[in-house]
């Protein structure tokens, strides 16, 4: 098993440019979720799918941001325009049934300047 | 008041002690606790899960959960400096039992 794969691994791009973010979950994980990592926040969840149906997006920022998953084995999250406190690691984890017990990929770290 | 919180540290220990990391959690709903061991620069993985009062055991690590006091704590014995990681403690919500929420993580250093 590849387990989630997450790409870029890291993305440095300039205050105004569309930014997005590609994650693969685990085959046959019916949930996906994205969160963001700061060292002053911590994880916060962002979205997350089930089903390829986005249930929860509240964490979602503000509406520079937004997330897809047209299909069970690939998710975007896009950021349009990015600005400089975006920079954070992207991560994207993917599970069974939900409820905790997560396999997370190894992050896009995102640098906006 | 946050909804999942820890101390950030670092905590201390030496080589072979007991390391005792705590995380206390506001909805008192909460069902499911989980634990994730963090390397720096890493991904987060899932080292304990505990829905039930009471101590649960792995290997070297022990869950404990007092849903009263609304206290979850993981104890390392004999830790080792490969334990040197961020714990990551985390909670589902009563009303959304699919996603959890994580406390800020307590950055621990064992010292050979």
């Known amino acids: 098993d590849a387990g989630v794969i997450q790409s870029p691994r890291h993305e440095v791009t300039e205050m105004g440019q569309e930014v997005t973010l590609r994650c693969k979950p685990i085959s046959g994980h019916d949930y996906l979720f994205w969160y963001r990592q700061t060292m002053m926040r911590g994880l916060e969840l962002l979205i997350y799918?089930?089903?390829?149906?986005?249930?929860?997006d509240s964490g979602m920022p503000e509406d520079r941001f937004s997330a897809k998953m047209p299909n069970a084995s690939f998710s975007t999250l896009k950021i349009q325009p990015s600005e400089p406190r975006d920079s954070a690691v992207y991560f994207c984890?993917?599970?069974?049934?939900?409820?905790?017990?997560?396999?997370f990929g190894s992050g896009t770290r995102l640098t906006v300047v | 008041q946050k909804e999942v919180e820890q101390n950030s540290g670092p905590l201390s220990v030496p080589e072979g002690a007991i390391a005792s990391l705590n995380c206390t959690y506001s909805d008192r709903g909460s069902q499911s606790f989980f634990w994730y061991r963090q390397y720096s620069g890493k991904s987060p993985e899932l080292i304990m899960f505990?829905?039930?009062?009471g101590d649960k055991e792995d290997g070297r690590f022990t869950a404990q959960l007092n849903k009263a006091s609304q206290y979850v704590s993981l104890l390392i014995r004999d830790s080792q400096p490969s334990d040197s990681a961020t714990y990551l403690c985390a909670v589902t919500l009563s009303g959304g039992y699919q996603k959890v929420t994580f406390g800020i993580g307590t950055k621990l250093q064992v010292i050979p």
């Open positions: 984890a993917s599970s069974l049934k939900g409820g905790g017990g997560y396999t």
């Open positions: 799918f089930n089903n390829n149906v986005p249930i929860d």
């Open positions: 505990i829905y039930s009062n």
